[in-house]
């Protein structure tokens, strides 16, 4: 099951992540946006830093936000094929690990990551983002509701 996971979520959300931003390339003119509800609009953005933008003004953002990245996917990777891990542990590293090689992608291809989901209240923007960074937060919190379920449900040992 481990490897179906592998073979195929990953290359499934790389391809969408690859796909919604080449729509965005091809539709949406850098900077612009296409307003679809009074919360949501569909924009161009380009993102040099991390998460949220982080440090993306800063002259080595570009190397921290690819080779980190890289090394880490890679040592998830690693991780994942190596040891026995539970079907939802295999499953949010595989989200993980997807959404990182959408943004790498982006950053050996562009030198940054295309971002285009934009919620806002107002004047209020949250930072826009992908497809990719979708999947890796859902990977993170799928792992973190992993770890707490089996630190609930693991039963105390007697003396």
């Known amino acids: 099951m481990r490897r179906y996971i592998v073979f195929t ?10 796909w919604t931003k080449m729509l965005i390339l091809d539709q ?6 296409i307003s679809i509800t009074s919360f949501f609009s569909i924009v161009h953005v380009r993102n040099y830093g991390g998460a949220f933008s ?19 996917t890679s040592i998830l990777i690693y991780i994942m094929l190596r040891y026995p891990l539970s079907l939802s542990k295999t499953f949010s590293l595989a989200l993980i690990i997807s ?7 982006d950053r ?12 806002y209240y107002k004047n209020y923007h949250w930072p826009a983002f992908n497809v990719a960074d979708i ?5 993170i919190g799928l792992w973190v509701f992993s770890e707490l379920k089996e630190k609930l449900t693991k039963k105390p040992k007697e003396h």
């Open 54 to 72: 982080f440090l993306s003004q800063h002259h080595l953002a570009k190397y921290i936000f690819t080779v980190f990245p890289l090394l880490i």
């Open 99 to 105: 959404g990182a090689m959408g943004n790498i992608y």
């Open 108 to 119: 050996f291809s562009y030198g940054y990551v295309i971002d285009f989901l934009d919620f």
């Open 28 to 33: 949406v003119p850098y900077l612009k946006g």
């Open 9 to 18: 979520l990953i290359p499934f959300v790389v391809f969408i992540d690859r």
């Open 135 to 139: 999947s890796i937060s859902t990977g």
